[in-house]
């Protein structure tokens, strides 16, 4: 059985046992969360999609981890102009691993 979840303005298809790494969620590693944000539900050949939500349908997770993405480096430069701009940037996530799928 899988899911397809919303959370963090992106969807993962989702499976028991997995492990994702979703934007930051306000949780404390250890606690289990529910997710009823459900887009669509599979069972083999057959699927059923919401319109957008799928009713009734929830998928619950345990906080794994929480941490920090690798750096990604903005460099920006204008030829000529001597202008050279260096960034950087870690975007937070929340490690889940999918405990069951209700739907």
Do not use: C, W
Request: no cysteine; charged share 25%.
């Amino acid at each position: 059985m899988y899911a397809v979840i919303k959370t963090g303005g992106k969807q993962y298809k989702v499976a028991a046992g997995e492990k994702i790494k979703v934007e930051q969620l306000p949780a404390d590693i250890g606690s289990e969360i529910t997710i009823d944000q459900v887009l669509a539900v599979g069972a083999g050949d057959s699927i059923k999609f919401g319109a957008p939500l799928v009713a009734g349908a929830s998928v619950l997770v345990k906080v794994v981890a929480q941490g920090r993405h690798d750096k990604v480096r903005i460099f920006k430069m204008r030829r000529r102009k001597h202008y050279q701009k260096r960034q950087g940037h870690r975007q937070n996530f929340t490690e889940i691993q999918i405990v069951s799928i209700n739907g």
